[in-house]
């Protein structure tokens, strides 16, 4: 498959350890925050979704959390397993914007060693 | 599988030449968004397509431009290819109009202008 993210920041992670991954937006008008996972020659994948009115939500095995004071996002992964290697987006919407347009990050790779 | 399938999934053209890239939505699924990917960076929305017409653009010249059919599928014509054009073209679609919502992608079609 091909490649996404050659030049992205990286974060090593030993298997069944926690994973945070961190994200920063600018625009304040931001009211609906997504985080993807990509895989290698795929697609992003949907995790997990927070709206401005929460600071908090879980899914299974993962939890993102929502700073609207410094303007930031964070996804842990608890109990990180091989197949959690990916390119991980933060996206966001605004409430300002036409339709479901999203805004994604750059990207942290994840690498999980056995 | 997100059932969302786009094709073709590779393609070479030269630059100044037109290119179509075509989409089927996820069964049940009227919203339709394109976006494009450069190596090594997060997707950038080009525009979204809701009961056949454009609703929101990003910021992308005319000369990129797009359809949607009756049956919800899509297309993403862009002319006058520019070697900048290289990318990882990406259709996303969600249920109803909503700014809000998960987005299922493809696993896109990669552009290379030469």
């Known amino acids: 498959g091909e490649s996404v993210g050659l030049h992205l920041p990286t974060l090593s992670v030993q298997e069944g350890d926690n994973s945070i991954i961190n994200c920063a937006y600018s625009?304040?008008?931001?009211?609906?925050f997504i985080w993807y996972k990509q895989e290698s020659g795929k697609g992003p994948q949907f995790i997990i979704d927070?709206?401005?009115?929460?600071d908090k939500r879980q899914g299974q095995r993962v939890t993102v959390l929502l700073n609207k004071t410094v303007k930031h996002l964070s996804l842990q992964i608890a109990a990180t397993q091989p197949g959690d290697s990916a390119v991980y987006f933060c996206?966001?919407?605004?409430?300002?914007?036409?339709?479901?347009?999203?805004?994604f990050g750059g990207g942290t790779r994840v690498l999980v060693k056995p | 599988e997100t059932g969302v399938t786009q094709s073709p999934t590779h393609l070479i053209k030269t630059r100044g030449q037109q290119v179509t890239l075509r989409c089927s939505s996820q069964?049940?699924?009227?919203?339709v968004s394109w976006y494009q990917q450069a190596l090594g960076q997060g997707p950038q929305f080009i525009f979204q397509?809701?009961?056949?017409?454009?609703?929101g653009r990003g910021n992308f010249p005319p000369r990129f431009s797009g359809l949607q059919f009756p049956n919800y599928s899509s297309e993403l014509n862009v002319n006058a290819l520019e070697l900048d054009d290289s990318a990882l073209y990406l259709c996303?679609?969600?249920?109803?109009?909503?700014?809000?919502?998960?987005?299922?992608f493809g696993e896109g079609s990669r552009l290379t202008v030469l």
């Open positions: 996206a966001e919407n605004s409430r300002e914007a036409a339709g479901n347009k999203l805004t």
């Open positions: 625009n304040s008008a931001s009211d609906y």
């Open positions: 927070i709206r401005s009115n929460m």
């Open positions: 069964s049940g699924h009227n919203t």
């Open positions: 397509y809701y009961r056949e017409e454009e609703n």
């Open positions: 996303a679609s969600q249920a109803g109009g909503l700014k809000t919502g998960e987005l299922f």
